[in-house]
């Protein structure tokens, strides 16, 4: 299992539409929390530059000499001028869930079926699904944002006895739904701390260190124990960057 080493120089490099920004971008942060659904992702470029604008879709990745990690995959939500920077909200795949007006209308189908039919409205093809074999006697809603019905329908599936379930969207903003036991978690590198050498802080449920591809419900060996990913917190600043990893009990 690869560690996390001391890393003295991280960079932030950004893809808008495909293209590597000219200007580099000074700050990036993104938080993900296990059971819910969206992120929260700024970035920063200085003041005067005109990278970025609502609608552009975006890539951020953090490089060192030995690699270049993808660590956000979605779009520019909104785009202004703060405090000396020009600030870019982003946004993933949850934004289409959530500007995607959907009617439910529904007997005697399988739940499989209704979240196909909710992403392909969405627009949404990069998924990863496990979906309960449970069939809906009847499956109604009014018109309402693709989210809100897919929130339904796992209160729907809960009744039925299926539990765990969960949604959201990875750092290449590939759709997951399942539970922690199939496609219901982010997956990637197990990566290994230690309070010696790379936790610059901790307590017992949190760990500070330098950044890593890592999102919640991912795996991480603490001191040599096995602990759950329960929320990231990362900011990337020059000199200054550092992952907060909150961190559930052991994991088998």
Known sequence: MPSNKIIHRQTLEVELNGQLTDTRACRFNLVTQKGFSSVFATLHFPAGSKDGKKGDTIKVYIADKESKDLYFTGTVYNATEIDNY??????????????????????????????????????????????????????????????????????????????????????????????????????????????????????????????????????????????EVIRTDLTVLEGVSRLILHIGGSCT
């Open 86 to 227: 020009r600030k870019l909200f982003l946004t993933d795949g949850y934004w289409k869930l959530c500007h995607t007006s959907f009617t439910a209308s529904y007997r005697k189908e399988k739940a499989s079926s209704i979240v196909s039919d909710v992403l392909d409205a969405a627009g949404v093809s990069e998924k990863s699904v496990t979906v309960p074999d449970v069939e809906l006697a009847r499956f109604s809603t009014k018109e309402l944002s693709a989210h809100l019905v897919l929130d339904i329908l796992l209160d729907a599936l809960e009744e039925h006895g299926a539990k765990d379930i969960t949604y959201f969207f990875d750092e290449k903003d590939c759709f997951h739904f399942g539970t922690p036991k199939d496609t219901g978690k982010n997956t990637g590198k197990t990566f290994c701390f230690n309070t010696k050498e790379t936790i610059f802080s901790h307590s017992a449920d949190w760990i500070e260190t330098l950044p890593a591809p890592i999102r919640h419900s991912m795996k991480v060996t603490v001191d040599g124990v096995s602990k």
